[in-house]
């Protein structure tokens, strides 16, 4: 009875070890959020993104892009990126002039690592008719 009580123990702590790694993947994955944002005035934009989380991170990014579409296809015409460490957030925002004549949208990658686990995100905002 001892001895399988011993393999018992043995076997939970084994199952413990394994399962947290998990446990704290996906909270991290949980904990990164974000949003990307677009104005302009006539040709001029202004756009950025911001990414959010709920600890302080090794690593925190976010990348956003604008996009122009052209005959039916969407081109990236700019991006900008930022990256922070030991921090829980991480914005950037840049201005840029648009050929216009065009739809323009905005999306964002959100991204943290903590402990050598990553968690990723994204969001996005568009379809704007710049004349």
Do not use: Q
């Amino acid at each position: 009875m001892k001895r399988k009580m011993i393999v018992l123990a043995a076997a939970l702590l084994l199952l413990a070890s394994v399962a947290l790694p998990i446990t704290e993947a996906r909270a991290s994955m949980m904990n990164v959020s974000g949003d990307c944002t677009f104005s302009h005035s006539g040709r001029s934009v202004t756009y950025g993104g911001e990414t959010d989380s709920g600890k302080i991170e090794d690593t925190i990014r976010v990348t956003v892009i604008l996009w122009e579409k052209r005959n039916g296809t969407w081109y990236e015409v700019d991006r900008t990126s930022k990256t922070e460490t030991d921090a829980d957030n991480v914005n950037t925002e840049k201005n840029f002039t648009v050929s216009g004549g065009y739809y323009y949208k905005v999306t964002a990658t959100h991204y943290t690592c903590t402990n050598g686990i990553p968690s990723t995100g994204s969001s996005n905002i568009g379809n704007f008719w710049i004349s």
